[in-house]
């Protein structure tokens, strides 16, 4: 079963925070039951009520070679003739984004 759980941190809705707080509280009482989720955000908000049930994994942003093998893996896979300077340009423009964020943007402009 996948759980898709939208959270609007200006809204004031405390649904999602209750619905992951019973979700833990559920997996520590079953003895043998383990439980992975997995938040995905680009910064870090945390509600106070799960800071003790929360292990946190910093996932670093791709460095300036990491983004140009990505756009060059890219390009090889689907045959798309690249220029140097293209290349560099692309890699500083993405610069920030994450490796996500990156195939996206490159499948939005493949498309």
Do not use: W
């Amino acid at each position: 079963m996948l759980n898709l759980l939208k959270h609007d941190t200006n809204s004031g809705n405390y649904e999602v925070i209750a619905r992951l707080k019973s979700i833990a509280q559920r997996a520590m009482s079953r003895g043998g039951v383990y439980i992975t989720i997995f938040l995905v955000c680009s910064e870090l908000v945390l509600p106070p009520e799960l800071e003790k049930m929360i292990t946190i994994f910093d996932i670093p942003l791709p460095d300036p070679k990491e983004i140009e093998g990505i756009i060059t893996d890219y390009t090889r896979s689907f045959q798309i003739p690249l220029s140097e300077s293209t290349l560099n340009e692309l890699t500083m423009s993405f610069k920030g984004l994450s490796d996500f964020e990156i195939r996206q943007i490159l499948n939005l402009a493949y498309q």
